[in-house]
């Protein structure tokens, strides 16, 4: 199984519409979440951390369900500078490696 | 706003040829991270290094990898003899004392022919 699994896509979606994307991870002693974006062959870029009581930064929400192991992450009034791929990423806490899901592919189309 | 840098951006060796890839951390970090992208596939973690050490790294990082911190800004990932499976992009990461976030440098992306 997969360490970190995410739906691949593409989602297609119009300007101003809402998007969620949902992850799974296996590793229960996972202990921090993130969601990263990335641009087609660009470098990874935090877009925020994922804590357990939820959390928003502007039209992105964040949710963790340490029981049933999953993240999602909400976009509300899609912009299409919100077209890329996004990243689903867990660590064991501290200062141990990322691990990273394939992501999900978004496109937000005019 | 201070940013991890790396160079070079592209990289193209011959199978067999030694490379460094070079990458400067922000300056007050003090954990550090090489990860690889293998075209279409997702971000794999090689290495991790603190205090002037390996501190943990993947199977992928075996012994033809070696990483160094030769001076008190740069942080290196060499390859000695690279395979064509090598061509990848590698992303320098650095990390600081304070929060969990680790924030990647913009790739080398390392050719093989």
């Known amino acids: 199984r997969k360490e970190v699994e995410q739906d691949p896509g593409p989602f297609n979606v119009p300007e101003g519409a809402t998007v969620a994307f949902n992850c799974t991870y296996s590793?229960?002693?996972?202990?921090?979440f993130f969601w990263y974006r990335q641009d087609c062959r660009k470098e990874p870029k935090l877009l925020m951390s994922?804590?357990?009581s939820g959390n928003e930064d502007g039209r992105f929400t964040a949710q963790l369900n340490r029981a049933s192991q999953y993240i999602s992450l909400l976009i509300r009034d899609s912009k299409l500078s919100d077209s890329a791929t996004y990243l689903c990423?867990?660590?064991?806490?501290?200062?141990?490696?990322?691990?990273f899901g394939k992501g999900t592919r978004l496109s937000v189309i005019a | 706003e201070p940013e991890v840098t790396q160079t070079p951006s592209h990289q193209v060796t011959q199978m067999g040829q030694e490379v460094i890839l070079r990458c400067v951390p922000i300056?007050?970090?003090?954990?550090f991270y090489w990860y690889r992208q293998i075209l279409g596939q997702k971000v794999e973690f090689l290495v991790s290094?603190?205090?002037?050490?390996?501190?943990?790294k993947s199977e992928i990082f075996d012994d033809q990898f070696s990483v160094e911190r030769p001076d008190g800004s740069n942080f290196t990932l060499k390859i000695r003899s690279t395979k064509l499976e090598d061509s990848a992009m590698y992303f320098c990461?650095?990390?600081?004392?304070?929060?969990?976030?680790?924030?990647f440098g913009p790739g080398t992306r390392l050719t093989v022919t």
């Open positions: 300056s007050n970090h003090l954990y």
């Open positions: 994922v804590y357990s």
């Open positions: 290094f603190y205090n002037n050490e390996i501190s943990e």
């Open positions: 590793n229960s002693a996972s202990q921090s």
């Open positions: 990461a650095s990390k600081g004392t304070v929060t969990y976030e680790q924030y």
């Open positions: 990423v867990v660590t064991r806490g501290g200062n141990t490696p990322l691990v």
